[in-house]
């Protein structure tokens, strides 16, 4: 609980609670609470009577605001700030005013000593003149649908009166006098309460009885000085302000009640003792609302006899103050209201709506009426857009959609402007896609705004290429920032942006300006290349893509279709392809990886398009580097022969020197060099077997054989030397050479065949000569020859009866029956083969069938006419039994 608006602690040591006292100034200097509360001036036309007249008195209904004046007027004014109506009611003050729950009926009391009740709707209106000041009025709950017409009023006479309606017109009763004026009164469903000097009291109307006195606080200063704020929060809490202390009261049934002893009773469930006067109070939420008025000193300096410093102070300004339950300070707001430090606590007041979807709260000062209404979402992002708190702020308009005044955009617009101020360009160039969108005259001026900065470079990764598409000198700039500061991002930004967004020729002169001053730039020279390549004339682009030895330009080459454009500088693309070529093997092989150039990319784009670049003019660039136009011919050759007919005798040469393995292919399967040329590079080399070659094509066989059995001593290649040229000096010449050489005479028995025959050269062996494995030979040339009797026997048997089967199935079809109709004519004369006899017919022809399968009239035969005739029985049984089975046939198809 709270004692002087503190809560009580126990007494620490004062260095601690200094140590804390710095502490939580630190904290609320890093930190600043957010108001529950938003307030707001009413300023509309409606209020324009506040210029002459001082507001006295409000109440706030459901609809709308009753205000009561100095003057006496009933001012009714909407909660939108429009006028409904405006009336004279009273001669003095208005000090008291209630409507009731329907909003048909205006109750207001005035220090003239009248009670007016006014319908706003009908001329039904009700004055009562008490001759005494009246300080409050209540309606009864349900006032315009209830026939009695019950109201409570009191006032300086300090009785309380209730009214009710009779067939006489109201009369009084007495509910209580006699403790000083009645300051405050409030009806809520049967229990009427009210504040008199004494403190505050309940009437129950269902049982006719008081339940129950509430005193003051003993050191309470006189009532009329701070008024009494009375305000149920349900029909059984009643909350009560007075001065500096506040009060629940809670009215409750009497556990079984004694007689005489009223069914209800209060019971004060929560007391505050406040370091500022109450001027108002409501209930909100789970709290309690109260407007506050802080009482000042009585005078600055009592003591002097100066005038003007023994002048009352002026007062503080009115606050809001939202304390809990328990009595926990939750919020404290000072409200800005105009004049404030010539007012007093009784010229505020605070009236709260009862509405429930939209509950707000109307602060009454004597000049101003202001609205205060529970801060929503909205408000929330106002107040930390108000406190540069954009990051929050933005959060959360992202979360709930868009405010009355805010959006994502406005917001971080706002942002943005603080990050760039604070110098943070990287935070807010990360910011600009979420806000600027598809904005694109936004992202031109933050673009401008970060150049002007000199923070180009930040904004540039999120710069949009299309949706939005901006000015082309956005990009442009950005490219020529870039080429003059960092030409790595310059050639990044090239291959990322799109074509198109920028006037690339504008950038390419650009380019090709600082590429001048520095020749050597392999930066600058693939910018030109992207762009020309972007700009769809790679043929421009191919040069600085071989000086650059970019691994691409073969596919580029042929992807664009620029042969002709590559014709002249052959040399530079083979040359930069095999360099790469042999840093692939190097890196794939090591230490071990080859010096010899291969057949490359760039070698099978010239061969393949030879129509685009002429051999002549290949071969007369490559002619410096023999090694490339080793590669160029040999993979021509392997093509199509004929199309290195023309330097044939310069492939020998080429092939001797860097790939001796093809040369001997190369010789087969050439007919276009000069034998003579190619036998001199080969005997100049020492290449003994394309030598015996070349001889052999020369016609020169028995050279070559001696050097086979001279150079090569080897039998098995001199045996196929001879039977290649199969020529019978040869075989000879060879017999001759082995005629003293055992192992070339063991060679030929092992090799014997069809080409020599074995005896021959037994017969040539000398007496006396030792052949080593003559005997193992010799046994094999046995075994090979009894292995060639077995076959041929075997064959023959196999053959022998294959050919009597094959007799057998002639003999059986030649003799087997033919099948005859009586439709089949005759393949000479064409007429009928045979014809049904006749009485009167001569015997029927014959008709001799061959065994080929020909049938014919034995009239065109030699010698036929010695046969015997056809008996005419056999051809009707034959006809006869041919067109009965026409005629079944027929019945079946039918």
């Known amino acids: 609980m709270y004692q002087n608006g503190r809560q009580e602690v126990e007494e620490d040591d004062p260095e601690d609670v200094e140590e804390e006292g710095e502490d939580g100034d630190e904290d609320g200097e890093e930190e600043e609470e957010e108001p529950t509360l938003k307030y707001e001036t009413m300023k509309t036309p409606a209020f324009d009577f506040l210029q002459k007249e001082t507001i006295s008195a409000i109440y706030v209904s459901t609809e709308f605001m009753t205000l009561g004046t100095h003057n006496g007027v009933v001012h009714v004014i909407d909660h939108k700030g429009n006028n409904i109506k405006a009336y004279r009611s009273h001669s003095a003050t208005i000090s008291g005013i209630d409507v009731d729950y329907e909003n048909q009926f205006i109750a207001s009391a005035s220090v003239d000593g009248k009670v007016i009740i006014h319908s706003l709707h009908t001329p039904e209106n009700y004055s009562f003149d008490f001759r005494r000041p009246m300080r409050t009025v209540a309606l009864e709950p349900g006032f315009a649908h209830k026939n009695g017409r019950q109201f409570v009023c009191g006032g300086m006479a300090g009785t309380l009166l209730l009214h009710d309606k009779g067939w006489m017109g109201h009369k009084a009763q007495i509910l209580h006098s006699g403790e000083g004026p009645i300051w405050e009164t409030s009806w809520m469903g049967n229990l009427i309460a009210w504040a008199n000097d004494l403190g505050v009291k309940i009437y129950d109307t269902a049982s006719h009885s008081r339940i129950g006195f509430i005193d003051r606080a003993v050191d309470a200063p006189r009532a009329d000085l701070f008024k009494c ?434 040369l001997m292919d190369f010789l087969r399967a050439s007919n276009y060099y000069s034998l003579e040329r190619a036998y001199r590079i080969c005997k100049e080399r020492d290449f003994v077997p394309e030598q015996v070659f070349l001889l052999g094509r020369m016609g020169n066989n028995k050279a070559a054989l001696n050097l086979i059995i001279e150079r090569l001593g080897d039998v098995t290649r001199a045996i196929d030397f001879a039977k290649e040229q199969n020529d019978e000096e040869l075989w000879e010449d060879l017999l001759k050479y082995s005629e003293t050489r055992p192992a070339f005479i063991r060679g030929l028995l092992e090799n014997v065949g069809a080409e020599i025959n074995p005896v021959r050269l037994i017969r040539r062996i000398r007496n006396g000569l030792e052949v080593p494995g003559l005997k193992s030979a010799l046994i094999k040339i046995l075994q090979d020859f009894n292995l060639q009797i077995s076959l041929l026997q075997g064959t023959q048997t196999i053959l022998y009866s294959d050919c009597t089967d094959l007799a057998r199935r002639l003999q059986s079809s030649q003799v087997s029956g033919a099948f005859c109709s009586a439709t089949m004519t005759c393949p000479i004369c064409d007429l009928p083969l045979f014809v049904a006899p006749t009485p009167s017919a001569e015997t029927q022809q014959l008709a001799l069938a061959f065994l080929c399968g020909h049938i014919v009239h034995a009239t065109h035969v030699k010698g036929a006419s010695e046969l015997p005739a056809q008996q005419p029985e056999i051809i009707r049984g034959f006809l006869g039994s041919q067109a009965r089975t026409q005629d079944r046939l027929g019945q079946k198809l039918a």
């Open 229 to 662: 704020n009375l305000r149920w929060r349900d029909e059984q809490t009643l909350l009560i302000g007075w001065a500096d202390h506040l009060k629940v009261a809670r009215v409750r049934q009497r556990p079984n009640p004694p007689p005489g002893m009223p069914p209800l009773m209060i019971e004060i469930t929560s007391h505050f003792a406040l370091d500022y006067m109450v001027a108002g109070i409501a209930s909100y939420q789970n709290s309690y609302l109260i407007l506050s008025y802080i009482s000042p000193d009585t005078y600055m300096e009592e003591e002097t006899e100066d005038r003007e410093r023994q002048r009352r102070k002026a007062a503080l300004p009115p606050e809001m103050n939202l304390i809990s339950r328990s009595g926990e300070q939750e919020a404290s707001d000072v409200l800005a209201i105009q004049g404030y430090g010539t007012y007093g606590c009784n010229d505020y007041a605070l009236g709260p709506s009862i509405k429930e979807k939209d509950p707000f709260f109307v602060v009454m000062s004597p000049k101003s009426i202001i609205v205060a209404r529970p801060r929503d979402r909205s408000d929330h992002v106002d107040w930390l857009v108000e406190k540069r708190r954009y990051a929050e702020a933005l959060d959360e308009v992202e979360k709930m959609g868009e405010t009355r005044e805010w959006n994502v955009v406005s917001v971080g617009e706002k942002f943005i402007e603080s990050l760039v101020e604070e110098g943070q360009f990287d935070k807010a160039a990360e910011l600009c896609p979420k806000v600027c969108r598809d904005n694109g005259k936004a992202w031109e001026d933050w673009i401008f705004t970060f150049v002007q900065k000199g923070q180009l470079p930040a904004i540039v990764p999120v710069i949009p290429t299309q949706e939005p598409q901006l000015s082309h000198v956005v990009y442009e700039m950005v490219l020529a920032h870039y080429l003059a500061n960092n030409r790595d991002e310059l050639l990044r930004t090239i291959r990322t942006w799109p074509h198109g967004i920028y006037d690339s020729s504008a950038i390419v002169v650009a380019v090709q300006g600082e590429l001048e001053h520095t020749p050597s730039s392999a930066i600058l020279m693939e910018c030109l290349a992207e762009l020309f390549i972007q700009n769809r004339q790679p043929g421009r682009a191919l040069p600085y893509l071989l000086r650059l030895r970019k691994p691409n330009v073969i596919d580029l080459i042929r992807e664009y279709n620029l042969f002709s454009a590559v014709k002249d500088q052959v040399l530079l693309l083979v040359e930069f392809d095999q360099d790469l070529e042999q840093k692939y093997r190097v890196q794939g092989e090591g230490s071990m990886a080859s010096v010899l150039p291969r057949r490359s990319a760039a070698i099978s784009l010239l061969v393949e398009h030879t129509d685009s670049i002429p051999i002549p003019r290949v071969i007369q660039q490559l002619e410096q580097r023999a090694s490339f136009l080793y590669l160029y011919l040999d993979a021509l050759f392997d093509r199509d022969p004929l199309l290195t007919s023309d330097y044939a005798d310069r492939q020998v040469q080429l092939y001797a020197e860097f790939s001796y393995k093809r």
